[in-house]
């Protein structure tokens, strides 16, 4: 059985790998140009490249939660 903040580990990658989901989503949306034209008219290449570093830092953000989940079993 998991302790409390062990736990809240485990849901915060979960949540966490949601958001990993709907932001993947979000992204190939754009770059199939399925998304209405007011917001593919809004974004600015700057703000396409933050959102993808955003991503590329969430998913690491998720490895290393992974990683310690992994060690509660040890």
């Known amino acids: 059985m998991l302790q409390d903040w062990q736990q809240?580990?485990?849901?915060?990658?979960?949540?966490?790998?949601e958001k990993?989901?709907?932001?993947?989503?979000?992204?190939?949306k754009f770059d199939d140009g399925l998304l209405p034209d007011a917001v593919l008219e809004s974004m600015e290449a700057r703000d396409l490249g933050l959102l993808e570093a955003q991503l590329c830092a969430m998913e690491e953000y998720s490895e290393y939660l992974k990683c310690r989940i992994e060690r509660f079993n040890k």
């Not at 809240?8 to 790998?17: P, S």
């Not at 990993?20 to 190939?28: A, G």
């Open 8 to 17: 809240r580990v485990v849901e915060e990658k979960k949540e966490l790998d």
């Open 20 to 28: 990993i989901q709907r932001l993947n989503e979000f992204l190939q």
